[in-house]
């Protein structure tokens, strides 16, 4: 019996090339990640103003101590209400939704292409041409919106200037604008899905509801995880429409993390504050995304 061994003298030369391979990934994810982030993380322990950027003065952990003890306006507890309510809502709808149209769709017929293609295509055109087109929709005086809801006989609501409703209109506008890309998720999910199982389930008498809720949606946790991940980092970061349609009002109705981290920085001009605002939200998104796949992981049989 001839045995055929493998020299391991090439196996560091072959190490050598695959590091070469991924230097340039390491490189730039170094460079526009970790840097960046080490960066902001120290910037947070300074009293920084963009105008005086030589005159910068190190206070330590007081940029944090001023923000859990609500001394910056807008109050950093509420700013996190405000914007814990809008991930909170759009993670459960935008995945309930998204799942909805998915498995209403997921036929391949011309009407349901048709539909899929007008649904994603919300998500892939730029957020501050529809956000300008979701405020005229939204005019309190001649807003197609409030025209529908008159026809209805109900009383015209100014979405966008009541504190009561703008928060409520962004998350409607986001809804909108961010459906198609879970929908995309679950269709792939779907066609993952075990046929047999659902033919086998229909033969011994499952309803349709019961095939879903047995044999599709456990088929579809992966997707879901991964759903409602992208969802919450999205949420959590989400700009461009705060600062096209309301600018964070009004009052601070509608003033988010993300948007406070721009306003602080941008306008205010307070560098350290604006880091320790970025480092805080970081760290949540980092911990809802870590504590939503151990729980993938628990359920995973």
Do not use: K
Not at 16 to 39: D, G, K
């Amino acid at each position: 019996m001839t045995v055929v061994t493998v020299s391991r003298r090439r196996r560091p030369f072959a190490s050598r090339w695959a590091y070469a391979f991924i230097a340039p990934a390491v490189v730039v994810f170094a460079v526009f990640t970790i840097v960046p982030t080490l960066a902001t993380l120290g910037i947070s322990l300074f009293e920084w103003n963009w105008l005086n950027i030589g005159q910068s003065t190190l206070i330590g952990l007081d940029n944090y101590t001023a923000m859990v003890s609500g001394a910056m306006l807008p109050s950093f507890w509420s700013t996190l209400a405000v914007t814990a309510s809008f991930v909170v809502s759009m993670v459960v709808i935008v995945t309930a939704l998204g799942l909805a149209i998915a498995v209403l769709l997921r036929r391949p017929t011309r009407l349901s292409m048709f539909g899929r293609s007008a649904i994603f295509l919300a998500f892939v055109t730029p957020q501050v041409a529809t956000s300008i087109s979701w405020i005229w929709m939204y005019n309190d005086r001649f807003g197609v919106i409030n025209a529908v809801l008159e026809r209805l006989a109900l009383p015209r609501v100014n979405w966008l200037g009541d504190p009561d409703t703008a928060l409520l209109a962004i998350l409607i506008y986001s809804l909108w604008h961010a459906t198609g890309f879970s929908m995309m998720i679950f269709i792939g999910g779907l066609a993952s899905v075990s046929q047999e199982l659902g033919e086998a389930a229909r033969i011994d008498g499952c309803s349709h509801w019961q095939e879903f809720w047995y044999i599709t949606l456990p088929e579809l946790r992966p997707f879901v995880v991964f759903a409602v991940i992208i969802a919450t980092i999205n949420a959590l970061q989400a700009f461009t429409q705060f600062f096209v349609m309301t600018g964070g009002g009004p009052g601070y109705s509608t003033a988010t993390l993300g948007f406070q981290v721009y306003q602080q920085a941008f306008v205010s001009r307070n560098a350290g504050y604006a880091a320790a605002l970025a480092v805080v939200l970081f760290a949540i998104t980092a911990v809802m995304a870590y504590a939503q796949q151990r729980v993938n992981r628990r359920l995973d049989p």
